[in-house]
């Protein structure tokens, strides 16, 4: 009689069908029954080397879990629904679901998580760069599929996070362009002639970010203390919809055709015609009659340093005190109209200001000041860090300024300037290198041929000697 084999250890048989099968116990499933796996083969050494290699991952504990293993697209799905929305934050999450949608999904969405290979993200990355994306955006979608991976194999659905066996395409730190001085002095000059004068004095001259700007409400900002304490943010989210058939509630919506090459509909749309909806589309949430969590709303700020309050320079102060009375007058002025969000900047009947119009406004500004075309973050975040650097401040009070976590980040904000590399250039040659000296005036040695014959020149030295 055959010894039974040991707990743990697989067997391996002959079946009806002429194929080989073997049998191994993985562990235990959620039930509790006993996690059996099966792998068939056309000869015994073929199931062998299958069972072999199961055991050897069951010993390294990282076995894939049992079950049918979801394919990256059906994965994504999951992750960004149930795992990423606990822990991202709204802007982040849309955007996560935007590059899943737009890049991850058509290019390796088809494919099982265990099937993926690290030449399928390279084509995937290499025909996302030859669509004209940039590196960057390129290596965000990187990291978004790594991290889902990386849960996946944590959970044991998949054995190894292919994602960690390609390198992504490299990325240049983009270059920034902060006003110097002077060119912050021209902004506010043309920015005076505004009635949001304030809130550029304050958006350049202390650093903040748009939202943490346009968020600020007086009982947050201490004027005897002269502290702001940037709690809010402004910022504006996407809808989501409130019912529970999302793609029924869109119907009337979606579009599963591409448009047509002479399209008129869409002429006035800068990035083009937009793309068809996927099927089961859940869009078009902002038509929802029940839609919830979109427009402008009040957000906590990025870190928790971002809430560390900022000193008010001491010359804003007397243009805080009058924006202050000048909007008191403007909520006696508007009587019931006014809705009541204590923003220290608002629009003439109380509510937030829409970030879009903010940013026009700052190219406006930038047109009217005769300045060249730059991004709001290099108007105010970088240019307060650089001019603050040039003033002398050192590295770790500039990044309680800003409130950054880590003084690298800081660094990244300060852009050095041409003045003080002259400078420590010409005291660096002081110390090194010695002073010029003038050339001494008189005859200097000629190093032509003179005319002269030997002859000529042997009388000459007789006569002098």
């Known amino acids: 009689m055959t010894p039974r084999k040991p707990n743990g250890e697989h067997s391996i048989y002959l079946g009806k069908d002429g194929r080989w099968h073997g049998r191994i116990t993985m562990g235990v499933l ?93 084509r995937m990355y290499a025909a996302l760069l030859a669509a004209g994306h940039a590196p960057s955006h390129v290596l965000k979608v990187h990291r978004i599929l790594s991290r889902a991976l990386k849960i996946a194999h944590r959970r044991r659905i998949i054995g190894e996070n292919v994602a960690t066996l390609v390198d992504p395409p490299s990325t240049d730190e983009t270059e920034t362009n902060p006003f110097t001085a002077e060119e912050a002095k021209a902004f506010l000059l043309a920015a005076a002639k505004r009635p949001t004068f304030t809130r550029w004095m304050v958006g350049v001259g202390m650093g903040f970010r748009q939202g943490e700007t346009l968020g600020l409400r007086w009982r947050y900002t201490d004027l005897k203390g002269e502290l702001f304490h940037p709690r809010w943010q402004i910022q504006r989210l996407k809808w989501r919809h409130g019912c529970a058939d999302s793609h029924a509630c869109g119907a009337r919506l979606h579009r599963f055709e591409p448009c047509p090459d002479d399209c008129a509909r869409h002429r006035s749309y800068t990035r083009g015609c937009p793309k068809p909806c996927p099927k089961g589309c859940t869009r078009h949430a902002s038509a929802c009659p029940q839609r919830k969590g979109g427009g402008l709303v009040f957000t906590r700020p990025k870190t928790k340093k971002s809430r560390n309050p900022v000193p008010i320079p001491p010359p804003f102060l007397p243009h805080l005190r009058a924006h202050q009375a000048e909007q008191a007058a403007r909520r006696l002025a508007a009587g019931e109209l006014w809705q009541d969000n204590d923003l220290v900047f608002c ?9 879009r119009q903010d940013w026009e406004e700052f190219k406006e500004l930038l047109a009217e000041a005769g300045l060249d075309d730059r991004r709001p973050y290099d108007g105010s975040r970088h240019t307060a860090g650089t001019i603050l650097n040039e003033l002398g401040v050192d590295m770790p009070t500039i990044m309680e300024i800003l409130r950054h976590t880590q003084i690298t980040q800081t660094r990244r904000y300060v852009k ?45 030295r007789r006569r002098i000697v």
């Not at 799905?77 to 996560?96: G, M, N, V």
């Not at 629009?347 to 970030?355: A, F, L, S, V, Y």
């Open 416 to 460: 050095g300037r041409s003045p003080l590399s002259k400078d420590a250039m010409r005291r660096m040659g002081e110390a090194t290198f010695w002073p010029a000296t003038e050339p001494e005036t008189g005859p200097t040695e000629t190093t032509t041929e003179t005319r002269d014959t030997r002859a000529a020149r042997a009388r000459k």
């Open 30 to 122: 959620d039930n509790g029954k006993p996690d059996r796996r099966h792998r068939q083969g056309r000869t015994e050494a073929e199931v062998k080397r299958k069972l072999k290699e199961l055991e050897r991952q069951r010993d390294e504990k990282r076995a894939p879990k049992a079950g049918r293993v979801p394919t990256v697209e059906a994965w994504m799905t999951t992750y960004l629904t149930e795992i990423a929305s606990l822990k991202l934050k709204p802007r982040s999450l849309d955007d996560y679901w935007s590059k899943t949608r737009n890049d991850i999904a058509p290019g390796v969405g088809a494919h099982r998580l265990d099937k993926l290979r690290p030449e399928h993200l390279e």
């Open 347 to 355: 629009r003439d009947d109380g509510r937030p200001i829409d970030p």
